[in-house]
């Protein structure tokens, strides 16, 4: 695997960072995720505007243009041989004495690694996943892709503890999203998805999915979904770039309408799928 750090693209195994990275002791910085299909990373201009807006969101100056992040991205793409790779990217606020306030005049750390991209099999998406809730407790700017994801990750592993693969999270009896994806609920036909806010990341995939069910003529709400509703649900979804469209078929220990992806969940992952050979790929 490869890596770009601070102008050097190196094998990931010997990139290093100072212990004083502002990253490492306080997780003072940003990340993106960017999906590479057959080489082209998918849409870039709108990952590269959501860092560009979480490094508004920090204070934090971007170190590249639009077309100097491109450069990077695309010569560590062709630095690996898997045609579908996920690139991580993360900026941070620098290396400094620990300190909270903000460097005088430290450079930000910046670093890249590209991966294989593996998604589920359609074995899996046919079976789907369980899920829990949980009580959101996360600040309030979760708009802000920050690579501080402490929250994220115990509320992730309470679903991973009981053998689940999502947790839910519901903020002042209202669906935010999940610990690391957006989520959406189908009743009577009707997809319904919370709006973007600064409790929640407005998900590249969840901006397609919306897309999709516009152009596919799904009926489709984008407002404020209650708990109740998320209980009471024919069909429940997950969205992220990695995990696609995901049906949750069980929550908290019931089943999700009738225990099995639904057929919007199906219909949708058609959608997506055909997008991804025909847009993506292209
Ligand atoms: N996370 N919400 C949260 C909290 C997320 O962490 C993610 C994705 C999403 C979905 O965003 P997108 O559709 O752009 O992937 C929503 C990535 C996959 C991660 O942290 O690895």
Known sequence: MNAYLNGDFLPLTEARVSAL????????????????YS???????DHLRRLQASLDGIRLANP??????????????????????????????GVAPR???????????????????????????????????????????CDIKAISLLANILLRQQAIDVGCA???????????????????????????????SHLML?????????ELAAKHGIPHEVRPVAEAEVRAADELWM???TKEIMAIVTLD???????????LARRMDALYQTFKREVMRA
């Open 39 to 45: 080489g082209k990373p998918f849409r870039l201009n």
């Open 64 to 93: 590249h243009t639009l077309d100097g992040w491109r450069d990077i991205i695309l010569q560590l793409v062709r630095m690996e041989e898997a045609p579908d790779q996920s690139v991580y990217i993360q900026v941070t606020r």
């Open 202 to 210: 407005t998900g590249i995939t969840y901006d397609v999915v919306l």
């Open 21 to 36: 990275d502002r990253g490492f002791v306080f997780g003072d910085g940003v990340y993106e995720l960017v999906p590479v």
């Open 99 to 141: 300190d909270h306030a903000f460097p005088k005049d430290a450079v930000p750390t910046v670093f890249l690694f590209t991966q294989p991209l593996t998604t589920a099999t359609p074995e899996h998406k046919a079976a789907g996943v369980c899920a829990v809730t949980a009580v959101d407790y996360r600040w309030q700017r």
């Open 166 to 196: 999502e947790t839910v999270m519901l903020r002042d009896g209202f669906l935010t999203e999940g610990a690391a994806s957006n989520i959406f609920v189908v009743k009577d036909g009707v997809l319904k998805a919370p709006p973007p």
């Open 239 to 241: 969205t992220s770039s």
């Open 253 to 263: 220990g019931v089943p999700v309408g009738a225990g099995v992806p639904g057929p």
